[in-house]
Protein backbone atom coordinates (compact mmCIF):
# COMPACT_ATOMS: atom_id res chain seq x y z
CA UNK A 1 0.00 0.00 0.00
CA UNK A 2 1.58 3.62 -0.92
CA UNK A 3 2.42 5.31 1.81
CA UNK A 4 0.07 8.51 2.76
CA UNK A 5 0.77 12.06 2.83
CA UNK A 6 0.43 12.86 6.53
CA UNK A 7 3.61 13.77 8.80
CA UNK A 8 4.01 14.55 12.07
CA UNK A 9 6.90 16.77 13.43
CA UNK A 10 8.92 15.86 16.49
CA UNK A 11 7.91 16.41 19.98
CA UNK A 12 11.30 17.29 21.29
CA UNK A 13 12.03 19.41 23.05
CA UNK A 14 9.12 19.76 24.59
CA UNK A 15 6.42 22.40 24.27
CA UNK A 16 6.81 25.90 25.90
CA UNK A 17 4.00 26.04 28.52
CA UNK A 18 4.53 29.36 29.92
CA UNK A 19 2.83 32.68 29.09
CA UNK A 20 5.37 35.46 26.91
CA UNK A 21 6.42 37.56 29.71
CA UNK A 22 6.95 34.54 31.66
CA UNK A 23 9.42 33.62 28.97
CA UNK A 24 10.39 37.13 28.43
CA UNK A 25 11.50 37.56 31.75
CA UNK A 26 13.52 34.30 32.17
CA UNK A 27 15.54 35.37 29.21
CA UNK A 28 16.35 38.96 31.10
CA UNK A 29 17.30 37.19 34.17
CA UNK A 30 19.82 35.16 31.96
CA UNK A 31 21.20 37.67 29.77
CA UNK A 32 20.30 40.58 31.04
CA UNK A 33 23.21 42.51 29.90
CA UNK A 34 23.39 41.39 26.20
CA UNK A 35 22.08 43.32 23.71
CA UNK A 36 18.16 42.61 22.74
CA UNK A 37 17.16 45.12 20.43
CA UNK A 38 18.39 47.90 18.21
CA UNK A 39 16.42 50.47 16.02
CA UNK A 40 18.79 51.83 13.79
CA UNK A 41 16.51 54.70 12.12
CA UNK A 42 15.52 55.88 15.84
CA UNK A 43 18.96 55.05 17.24
CA UNK A 44 17.99 53.21 20.18
CA UNK A 45 20.33 50.21 21.36
CA UNK A 46 19.11 48.85 24.64
CA UNK A 47 20.07 45.32 26.87
CA UNK A 48 17.47 42.87 27.82
CA UNK A 49 17.36 44.72 31.42
CA UNK A 50 16.71 48.09 29.75
CA UNK A 51 14.23 46.91 27.66
CA UNK A 52 12.65 45.60 30.53
CA UNK A 53 12.40 48.56 32.05
CA UNK A 54 10.58 50.57 28.77
CA UNK A 55 8.10 47.62 28.90
CA UNK A 56 7.14 48.07 32.23
CA UNK A 57 6.76 51.54 31.91
CA UNK A 58 4.11 50.99 28.81
CA UNK A 59 2.37 48.32 31.08
CA UNK A 60 1.84 50.58 33.67
CA UNK A 61 0.71 53.14 31.22
CA UNK A 62 -1.83 51.03 29.58
CA UNK A 63 -3.12 49.83 33.28
CA UNK A 64 -3.43 53.27 34.53
CA UNK A 65 -5.82 54.34 31.38
CA UNK A 66 -8.35 51.27 32.31
CA UNK A 67 -6.93 48.52 29.71
CA UNK A 68 -8.10 45.11 31.74
CA UNK A 69 -7.40 42.26 30.52
CA UNK A 70 -9.16 40.82 27.14
CA UNK A 71 -9.45 44.45 25.81
CA UNK A 72 -8.15 44.71 22.71
CA UNK A 73 -5.42 47.16 22.12
CA UNK A 74 -4.66 48.05 18.17
CA UNK A 75 -1.51 49.06 17.08
CA UNK A 76 -0.57 50.49 13.76
CA UNK A 77 2.80 51.93 12.86
CA UNK A 78 5.53 50.69 10.65
CA UNK A 79 8.40 49.09 12.12
CA UNK A 80 9.82 51.40 15.34
CA UNK A 81 10.46 50.70 18.98
CA UNK A 82 7.05 51.57 20.07
CA UNK A 83 5.70 49.27 18.26
CA UNK A 84 8.09 46.21 20.05
CA UNK A 85 7.31 47.70 23.20
CA UNK A 86 3.12 47.54 22.86
CA UNK A 87 3.85 43.85 22.02
CA UNK A 88 5.27 42.89 24.74
CA UNK A 89 3.46 45.39 27.21
CA UNK A 90 -0.04 43.89 26.27
CA UNK A 91 0.91 40.23 26.52
CA UNK A 92 2.38 41.08 30.17
CA UNK A 93 -1.04 42.60 31.20
CA UNK A 94 -3.12 40.45 28.92
CA UNK A 95 -4.53 42.72 26.57
CA UNK A 96 -5.15 41.33 23.06
CA UNK A 97 -3.17 43.27 20.78
CA UNK A 98 -4.98 44.29 17.76
CA UNK A 99 -2.15 44.27 14.25
CA UNK A 100 -2.93 46.68 11.56
CA UNK A 101 -1.39 47.15 8.40
CA UNK A 102 0.34 49.89 7.80
CA UNK A 103 -0.92 50.76 4.42
CA UNK A 104 -4.45 50.40 5.41
CA UNK A 105 -6.98 53.49 4.80
CA UNK A 106 -10.06 54.59 6.52
CA UNK A 107 -12.32 52.23 5.22
CA UNK A 108 -10.09 49.30 6.49
CA UNK A 109 -8.92 50.89 9.70
CA UNK A 110 -12.95 51.20 10.60
CA UNK A 111 -13.79 47.89 9.72
CA UNK A 112 -10.46 46.36 11.89
CA UNK A 113 -11.49 48.67 14.76
CA UNK A 114 -14.90 47.80 14.91
CA UNK A 115 -14.85 44.14 14.43
CA UNK A 116 -12.27 43.68 16.99
CA UNK A 117 -14.48 46.15 19.70
CA UNK A 118 -10.75 47.67 20.02
CA UNK A 119 -10.82 50.26 23.25
CA UNK A 120 -7.38 51.54 22.45
CA UNK A 121 -5.20 52.48 19.23
CA UNK A 122 -1.74 52.91 19.90
CA UNK A 123 -0.53 54.54 16.36
CA UNK A 124 2.17 56.29 14.30
CA UNK A 125 1.25 59.65 13.55
CA UNK A 126 1.51 59.14 10.10
CA UNK A 127 3.60 57.31 7.72
CA UNK A 128 4.41 57.95 4.17
CA UNK A 129 1.30 59.36 2.64
CA UNK A 130 -0.92 58.61 5.30
CA UNK A 131 -1.50 60.50 8.09
CA UNK A 132 -2.74 58.40 10.38
CA UNK A 133 -3.98 60.87 13.07
CA UNK A 134 -6.22 62.54 10.70
CA UNK A 135 -7.63 58.89 10.03
CA UNK A 136 -8.56 57.94 13.20
CA UNK A 137 -10.33 61.01 13.91
CA UNK A 138 -11.97 60.97 10.76
CA UNK A 139 -13.38 56.97 12.11
CA UNK A 140 -13.55 57.43 15.77
CA UNK A 141 -16.99 59.21 15.93
CA UNK A 142 -18.55 56.07 14.94
CA UNK A 143 -16.27 54.00 17.12
CA UNK A 144 -18.36 53.99 20.75
CA UNK A 145 -15.87 51.22 21.91
CA UNK A 146 -12.46 53.33 21.03
CA UNK A 147 -11.84 54.83 24.00
CA UNK A 148 -8.49 56.43 23.79
CA UNK A 149 -6.16 57.06 20.95
CA UNK A 150 -2.20 57.54 21.43
CA UNK A 151 0.11 58.93 18.98
CA UNK A 152 3.78 58.04 19.09
CA UNK A 153 5.11 61.08 18.69
CA UNK A 154 2.87 63.71 20.12
CA UNK A 155 2.61 64.95 23.83
CA UNK A 156 -0.35 61.63 24.44
CA UNK A 157 2.50 58.98 24.26
CA UNK A 158 4.12 61.23 26.82
CA UNK A 159 1.07 61.03 28.86
CA UNK A 160 0.48 57.63 28.75
CA UNK A 161 3.82 56.88 30.15
CA UNK A 162 3.26 59.76 32.62
CA UNK A 163 -0.02 58.44 34.13
CA UNK A 164 1.78 54.93 34.44
CA UNK A 165 3.87 55.99 37.44
CA UNK A 166 0.96 56.22 39.56
CA UNK A 167 0.84 52.65 39.28
CA UNK A 168 2.70 49.86 41.52
CA UNK A 169 5.22 47.67 39.63
CA UNK A 170 3.77 44.84 41.31
CA UNK A 171 0.21 45.58 40.05
CA UNK A 172 1.57 44.31 36.50
CA UNK A 173 3.52 41.69 38.49
CA UNK A 174 0.10 40.59 40.07
CA UNK A 175 -1.67 40.66 36.90
CA UNK A 176 1.07 38.63 34.92
CA UNK A 177 0.93 36.20 37.15
CA UNK A 178 -2.45 35.59 36.47
CA UNK A 179 -2.41 35.04 32.44
CA UNK A 180 -2.66 31.38 31.07
CA UNK A 181 -0.78 30.67 28.49
CA UNK A 182 -4.21 29.77 26.44
CA UNK A 183 -5.51 33.29 26.82
CA UNK A 184 -5.82 35.03 23.40
CA UNK A 185 -3.14 37.72 22.70
CA UNK A 186 -3.10 39.10 19.52
CA UNK A 187 -5.76 38.88 17.10
CA UNK A 188 -4.15 39.28 12.83
CA UNK A 189 -6.32 40.69 10.06
CA UNK A 190 -5.81 37.98 7.08
CA UNK A 191 -8.00 38.73 3.91
CA UNK A 192 -10.06 35.58 2.30
CA UNK A 193 -11.30 35.09 -0.85
CA UNK A 194 -15.11 35.81 0.23
CA UNK A 195 -14.84 39.34 1.24
CA UNK A 196 -13.58 41.68 4.25
CA UNK A 197 -10.80 40.47 6.23
CA UNK A 198 -11.33 38.13 9.23
CA UNK A 199 -9.54 37.97 12.41
CA UNK A 200 -7.00 35.34 13.29
CA UNK A 201 -6.81 35.06 17.33
CA UNK A 202 -3.83 33.54 18.45
CA UNK A 203 -2.90 32.48 22.23
CA UNK A 204 0.42 32.97 24.21
CA UNK A 205 0.95 28.68 23.34
CA UNK A 206 -0.03 30.01 19.87
CA UNK A 207 3.06 32.03 19.08
CA UNK A 208 5.43 32.00 21.60
CA UNK A 209 6.08 28.07 20.77
CA UNK A 210 6.07 29.19 16.78
CA UNK A 211 8.98 31.89 17.46
CA UNK A 212 10.87 29.61 19.04
CA UNK A 213 10.64 26.20 17.07
CA UNK A 214 10.65 28.75 13.79
CA UNK A 215 14.20 29.86 15.69
CA UNK A 216 15.26 26.63 16.56
CA UNK A 217 15.05 25.44 12.93
CA UNK A 218 17.84 28.78 12.02
CA UNK A 219 20.13 27.53 15.38
CA UNK A 220 19.53 30.55 17.38
CA UNK A 221 21.99 31.36 20.95
CA UNK A 222 22.32 34.28 22.05
CA UNK A 223 25.20 35.22 19.86
CA UNK A 224 22.78 35.94 17.07
CA UNK A 225 21.79 39.10 15.89
CA UNK A 226 18.96 39.14 13.79
CA UNK A 227 18.05 41.45 11.34
CA UNK A 228 14.31 41.85 10.50
CA UNK A 229 13.48 44.33 8.19
CA UNK A 230 9.78 42.47 7.07
CA UNK A 231 6.55 44.42 9.29
CA UNK A 232 6.05 43.89 12.82
CA UNK A 233 1.79 43.71 11.71
CA UNK A 234 2.52 40.36 10.44
CA UNK A 235 3.57 37.21 11.73
CA UNK A 236 6.74 37.05 9.77
CA UNK A 237 8.02 40.15 11.80
CA UNK A 238 6.27 39.66 15.28
CA UNK A 239 6.47 36.07 16.14
CA UNK A 240 9.00 35.00 13.75
CA UNK A 241 11.48 37.64 14.07
CA UNK A 242 10.84 38.96 17.37
CA UNK A 243 9.76 35.97 19.80
CA UNK A 244 12.16 34.14 18.27
CA UNK A 245 15.00 36.31 19.26
CA UNK A 246 13.48 36.51 22.88
CA UNK A 247 13.27 33.35 23.82
CA UNK A 248 17.03 32.59 22.36
CA UNK A 249 18.11 35.64 23.93
CA UNK A 250 19.16 36.86 20.44
CA UNK A 251 19.43 40.41 19.49
CA UNK A 252 16.64 42.16 17.42
CA UNK A 253 17.32 44.30 14.52
CA UNK A 254 15.48 46.59 12.59
CA UNK A 255 17.17 48.53 9.73
CA UNK A 256 14.35 51.10 9.26
CA UNK A 257 10.67 51.92 9.44
CA UNK A 258 10.19 50.01 6.16
CA UNK A 259 12.24 47.83 3.49
CA UNK A 260 14.55 49.91 1.53
CA UNK A 261 17.57 47.50 0.32
CA UNK A 262 20.15 49.48 1.02
CA UNK A 263 19.22 50.33 4.93
CA UNK A 264 19.25 46.30 5.16
CA UNK A 265 22.53 45.95 3.46
CA UNK A 266 24.06 48.89 5.59
CA UNK A 267 23.03 47.45 8.76
CA UNK A 268 23.68 44.01 8.36
CA UNK A 269 27.46 45.13 7.62
CA UNK A 270 27.39 47.86 10.83
CA UNK A 271 25.42 45.55 13.29
CA UNK A 272 27.31 41.88 12.75
CA UNK A 273 23.64 40.45 11.84
CA UNK A 274 23.92 36.83 11.40
CA UNK A 275 20.40 36.11 10.41
CA UNK A 276 18.07 38.09 7.64
CA UNK A 277 14.57 37.96 7.41
CA UNK A 278 12.64 38.79 3.94
CA UNK A 279 10.48 37.77 1.17
CA UNK A 280 12.59 36.31 -1.96
CA UNK A 281 11.85 39.98 -3.99
CA UNK A 282 13.45 41.36 -0.91
CA UNK A 283 16.73 39.42 -1.72
CA UNK A 284 16.80 40.31 -4.71
CA UNK A 285 16.38 44.17 -4.40
CA UNK A 286 19.59 43.76 -2.17
CA UNK A 287 21.52 41.32 -4.59
CA UNK A 288 20.35 44.47 -7.77
CA UNK A 289 22.06 47.09 -5.69
CA UNK A 290 24.89 48.14 -7.77
CA UNK A 291 27.75 48.45 -4.75
CA UNK A 292 26.38 45.39 -3.22
CA UNK A 293 29.84 43.79 -2.88
CA UNK A 294 31.04 46.97 -1.32
CA UNK A 295 29.21 46.00 1.80
CA UNK A 296 30.40 43.48 4.62
CA UNK A 297 28.27 40.73 5.07
CA UNK A 298 30.55 37.59 6.26
CA UNK A 299 28.76 37.84 9.70
CA UNK A 300 25.54 35.79 8.04
CA UNK A 301 25.19 32.48 8.65
CA UNK A 302 21.33 31.68 8.16
CA UNK A 303 17.85 33.58 7.83
CA UNK A 304 14.45 32.41 6.89
CA UNK A 305 12.75 32.99 3.09
CA UNK A 306 8.93 33.18 3.12
CA UNK A 307 6.23 34.63 1.12
CA UNK A 308 6.99 32.21 -1.69
CA UNK A 309 9.32 29.98 -3.61
CA UNK A 310 12.52 31.16 -3.95
CA UNK A 311 14.31 30.66 -7.50
CA UNK A 312 17.18 28.72 -7.57
CA UNK A 313 19.70 31.42 -9.23
CA UNK A 314 18.33 33.66 -6.31
CA UNK A 315 19.44 30.87 -3.71
CA UNK A 316 22.04 30.47 -4.79
CA UNK A 317 23.29 33.91 -4.82
CA UNK A 318 21.82 34.45 -0.97
CA UNK A 319 24.07 31.43 -0.03
CA UNK A 320 26.91 32.64 -1.81
CA UNK A 321 27.29 35.95 -1.99
CA UNK A 322 25.50 36.97 0.70
CA UNK A 323 27.31 33.92 3.25
CA UNK A 324 23.85 32.47 4.13
CA UNK A 325 24.54 28.54 4.04
CA UNK A 326 22.14 28.04 6.66
CA UNK A 327 18.98 29.85 5.02
CA UNK A 328 15.94 28.25 5.36
CA UNK A 329 12.08 28.20 3.77
CA UNK A 330 9.27 28.70 5.64
CA UNK A 331 5.93 27.98 4.82
CA UNK A 332 2.59 28.49 6.74
CA UNK A 333 -0.49 31.02 7.33
CA UNK A 334 -1.57 33.68 9.81
CA UNK A 335 -4.29 31.26 11.56
CA UNK A 336 -1.30 28.64 11.90
CA UNK A 337 0.96 31.21 13.75
CA UNK A 338 2.28 31.00 11.26
CA UNK A 339 5.02 28.23 10.51
CA UNK A 340 3.72 24.65 9.81
CA UNK A 341 6.80 23.40 7.59
CA UNK A 342 10.53 24.79 7.38
CA UNK A 343 13.83 23.61 5.16
CA UNK A 344 16.35 22.54 7.55
CA UNK A 345 19.69 24.16 7.43
CA UNK A 346 21.52 21.30 6.04
CA UNK A 347 19.45 20.61 3.33
CA UNK A 348 20.02 20.34 -0.36
CA UNK A 349 19.48 23.32 -2.82
CA UNK A 350 16.73 21.67 -4.85
CA UNK A 351 15.11 21.04 -1.39
CA UNK A 352 15.02 24.83 -0.86
CA UNK A 353 14.11 25.57 -4.25
CA UNK A 354 11.39 23.20 -4.97
CA UNK A 355 9.96 22.41 -1.67
CA UNK A 356 8.68 24.90 1.54
CA UNK A 357 10.40 21.51 3.89
CA UNK A 358 9.33 19.28 6.16
CA UNK A 359 6.89 19.48 8.82
CA UNK A 360 7.25 21.48 12.35
CA UNK A 361 7.89 20.25 15.62
CA UNK A 362 4.42 19.34 17.60
CA UNK A 363 2.50 20.04 14.32
CA UNK A 364 0.89 17.47 12.01
CA UNK A 365 -0.07 17.94 8.90
CA UNK A 366 -1.21 15.72 5.70
CA UNK A 367 -2.67 16.62 1.97
CA UNK A 368 -6.44 15.89 1.81
CA UNK A 369 -8.42 15.62 -1.23
CA UNK A 370 -10.72 18.06 -0.99
CA UNK A 371 -14.01 16.84 -2.47
CA UNK A 372 -13.46 13.44 0.06
CA UNK A 373 -11.06 14.90 3.08
CA UNK A 374 -9.28 11.43 2.87
CA UNK A 375 -5.59 11.68 2.73
CA UNK A 376 -4.37 10.96 -0.20
CA UNK A 377 -1.03 9.19 -1.37
CA UNK A 378 2.59 10.76 -1.25
CA UNK A 379 2.83 12.48 -4.73
CA UNK A 380 -1.05 12.94 -5.28
CA UNK A 381 -1.84 16.48 -5.16
CA UNK A 382 -4.65 17.64 -2.37
CA UNK A 383 -5.64 20.29 0.34
CA UNK A 384 -2.37 21.15 2.43
CA UNK A 385 -4.17 20.73 5.99
CA UNK A 386 -2.50 21.24 9.26
CA UNK A 387 -3.54 20.48 13.50
CA UNK A 388 -1.48 20.92 16.57
CA UNK A 389 -0.85 23.33 19.09
CA UNK A 390 0.09 26.26 16.28
CA UNK A 391 -3.77 26.40 15.05
CA UNK A 392 -5.58 29.84 15.68
CA UNK A 393 -8.24 29.81 18.70
CA UNK A 394 -10.80 30.98 15.68
CA UNK A 395 -11.71 33.94 14.04
CA UNK A 396 -12.76 37.06 16.12
CA UNK A 397 -16.12 36.93 17.18
CA UNK A 398 -17.42 34.89 13.92
CA UNK A 399 -17.66 31.45 14.96
CA UNK A 400 -19.18 30.22 11.45
CA UNK A 401 -15.91 31.33 9.67
CA UNK A 402 -14.17 29.19 12.04
CA UNK A 403 -16.38 26.27 11.57
CA UNK A 404 -15.79 26.34 7.89
CA UNK A 405 -11.97 26.41 8.31
CA UNK A 406 -10.95 24.07 11.52
CA UNK A 407 -13.07 20.69 11.37
CA UNK A 408 -14.14 18.82 13.48
CA UNK A 409 -10.99 16.72 13.58
CA UNK A 410 -8.97 19.80 14.09
CA UNK A 411 -7.47 20.12 11.02
CA UNK A 412 -7.08 23.97 9.42
CA UNK A 413 -8.13 23.68 5.98
CA UNK A 414 -5.46 25.86 3.97
CA UNK A 415 -6.89 25.75 0.09
CA UNK A 416 -3.18 25.86 -0.60
CA UNK A 417 -2.82 23.18 -3.07
CA UNK A 418 0.12 20.84 -2.31
CA UNK A 419 2.18 17.74 -2.98
CA UNK A 420 3.97 15.49 -0.42
CA UNK A 421 7.30 13.49 -1.55
CA UNK A 422 7.97 10.28 0.21
CA UNK A 423 10.62 11.72 2.08
CA UNK A 424 7.88 14.28 3.60
CA UNK A 425 9.33 17.78 1.85
CA UNK A 426 6.02 19.66 0.92
CA UNK A 427 5.79 21.60 -2.87
CA UNK A 428 2.73 23.88 -2.52
CA UNK A 429 1.64 24.56 -6.22
CA UNK A 430 -1.61 26.72 -6.09
CA UNK A 431 -4.81 27.72 -4.52
CA UNK A 432 -7.94 26.07 -4.24
CA UNK A 433 -8.84 29.44 -3.37
CA UNK A 434 -8.93 32.33 -5.88
CA UNK A 435 -7.10 34.70 -2.80
CA UNK A 436 -3.90 36.78 -4.59
CA UNK A 437 -0.84 37.18 -2.94
CA UNK A 438 1.31 40.12 -4.14
CA UNK A 439 4.91 40.18 -2.35
CA UNK A 440 3.70 37.96 0.72
CA UNK A 441 0.38 40.03 0.94
CA UNK A 442 -2.50 38.42 0.92
CA UNK A 443 -5.14 40.13 -0.87
CA UNK A 444 -9.05 38.85 -1.07
CA UNK A 445 -10.81 39.56 -4.77
CA UNK A 446 -14.20 40.38 -2.96
CA UNK A 447 -13.10 43.03 -0.68
CA UNK A 448 -11.93 44.83 -4.13
CA UNK A 449 -14.49 44.08 -5.91
CA UNK A 450 -16.86 44.83 -2.99
CA UNK A 451 -15.43 48.25 -2.69
CA UNK A 452 -15.41 49.08 -6.45
CA UNK A 453 -18.94 48.18 -6.27
CA UNK A 454 -18.97 51.64 -4.36
CA UNK A 455 -17.99 53.49 -7.64
CA UNK A 456 -20.68 55.50 -9.63
CA UNK A 457 -19.30 54.41 -12.95
CA UNK A 458 -18.86 50.40 -12.35
CA UNK A 459 -21.74 48.14 -12.34
CA UNK A 460 -20.03 44.77 -12.03
CA UNK A 461 -17.10 43.92 -11.49
CA UNK A 462 -14.52 40.85 -11.51
CA UNK A 463 -11.04 40.64 -10.05
CA UNK A 464 -8.39 37.89 -10.13
CA UNK A 465 -4.37 37.49 -10.00
CA UNK A 466 -2.04 37.17 -12.58
CA UNK A 467 1.47 36.63 -12.83
CA UNK A 468 4.24 39.07 -12.18
CA UNK A 469 8.11 38.72 -12.18
CA UNK A 470 8.51 41.32 -9.18
CA UNK A 471 5.81 40.27 -6.69
CA UNK A 472 4.04 36.78 -7.94
CA UNK A 473 0.88 38.52 -8.65
CA UNK A 474 -0.52 41.28 -9.06
CA UNK A 475 -4.39 42.71 -9.06
CA UNK A 476 -6.06 42.88 -12.41
CA UNK A 477 -10.05 44.17 -12.22
CA UNK A 478 -12.75 43.40 -14.80
CA UNK A 479 -15.25 46.42 -15.01
CA UNK A 480 -18.54 46.67 -16.75
CA UNK A 481 -19.43 50.24 -16.81
CA UNK A 482 -22.48 51.95 -15.66
CA UNK A 483 -24.70 52.88 -18.37
CA UNK A 484 -24.10 56.20 -19.81
CA UNK A 485 -20.67 56.24 -17.39
CA UNK A 486 -16.83 55.74 -19.34
CA UNK A 487 -14.37 54.24 -16.74
CA UNK A 488 -10.70 54.12 -17.67
CA UNK A 489 -7.96 52.39 -15.65
CA UNK A 490 -6.55 56.17 -14.68
CA UNK A 491 -10.50 56.68 -13.09
CA UNK A 492 -10.58 53.23 -11.40
CA UNK A 493 -6.80 53.72 -10.06
CA UNK A 494 -7.85 57.01 -8.69
CA UNK A 495 -11.16 56.03 -7.13
CA UNK A 496 -9.01 53.48 -5.34
CA UNK A 497 -6.75 54.99 -4.02
CA UNK A 498 -6.30 56.54 -0.81
CA UNK A 499 -9.39 54.24 -0.02
CA UNK A 500 -7.84 51.07 0.43
CA UNK A 501 -4.58 49.61 0.40
CA UNK A 502 -1.96 50.87 -2.01
CA UNK A 503 -1.36 46.97 -2.86
CA UNK A 504 -4.71 46.40 -3.28
CA UNK A 505 -5.21 48.83 -5.81
CA UNK A 506 -5.57 47.20 -9.28
CA UNK A 507 -2.37 46.94 -11.64
CA UNK A 508 -4.70 46.69 -14.71
CA UNK A 509 -7.66 47.58 -15.26
CA UNK A 510 -9.74 46.03 -18.14
CA UNK A 511 -13.24 47.53 -19.33
CA UNK A 512 -15.53 45.04 -20.46
CA UNK A 513 -19.04 43.95 -21.94
CA UNK A 514 -19.59 40.74 -20.17
CA UNK A 515 -18.05 38.05 -18.13
CA UNK A 516 -17.56 34.69 -19.06
CA UNK A 517 -20.46 32.10 -17.61
CA UNK A 518 -20.88 28.46 -17.24
CA UNK A 519 -24.35 26.95 -17.88
CA UNK A 520 -25.49 27.62 -14.65
CA UNK A 521 -24.64 31.39 -14.81
CA UNK A 522 -21.12 31.05 -12.58
CA UNK A 523 -18.08 33.41 -14.01
CA UNK A 524 -15.55 31.44 -15.03
CA UNK A 525 -12.38 33.50 -13.61
CA UNK A 526 -10.02 31.25 -14.56
CA UNK A 527 -11.17 32.47 -18.17
CA UNK A 528 -10.73 36.18 -17.05
CA UNK A 529 -7.42 35.68 -15.48
CA UNK A 530 -6.07 33.79 -19.11
CA UNK A 531 -7.81 37.01 -20.99
CA UNK A 532 -5.93 39.09 -18.36
CA UNK A 533 -2.57 37.43 -19.26
CA UNK A 534 -2.91 37.69 -23.22
CA UNK A 535 -3.72 41.48 -22.91
CA UNK A 536 -1.09 42.51 -20.29
CA UNK A 537 1.26 40.37 -22.90
CA UNK A 538 -0.02 42.41 -26.00
CA UNK A 539 0.72 45.48 -24.27
CA UNK A 540 4.48 44.72 -22.95
Known amino acids: MAQLSIAQGLTTPALLEDTIDENFQRTV ?41 GDRVALWAPNCIEWVLIQYATARIGAIMVCVNPAYRTVELKYVLQQSGAKMIAAATQFKSSDYAAQVAEVSAELPALEHAVFFSDSSWDALLEAGEKIDPSEVTARAASLANTDAINIQYTSGTTGLPKGATLTHRNILNNGYFTAEGCGY ?60 TMFIAQLSQADFDSFDLSSLRTGIMAGSICPIEVMKQVID ?43 EIRIANPDTNETVPRGESGEFQTRGYSVMQGYWDDAEKTAGAIDADGWMHTGDVAVMDEDGYVDITGRIKDLIIRGGENISPREIEDFLFTSPEVADVQVVGIPDEKYGEVVCAFVRAVEGQSPTEDSIRAYCSGSIAHFKVPRYVLIVDEFPMTVTGKIQKYRLRETAIEKVAEQA
Not at 337 to 357: I, K, Y
Request: glycine share 6%; aromatic share 6%; proline share 6%.
Open 29 to 69: QQYPDRDAIVVRHQSIRWTYAELNRQIDKVARGLMAVGIEC
Open 221 to 280: TCEDRVCIPVPLYHCFGMVMGNLGSTTHGACMVFPAEAFDPRSVLETVAEERCTSLYGVP
Open 321 to 363: RMHMDGVTICYGMTETSPVSTQTAADDSLLHRTSSVGRVHPHV
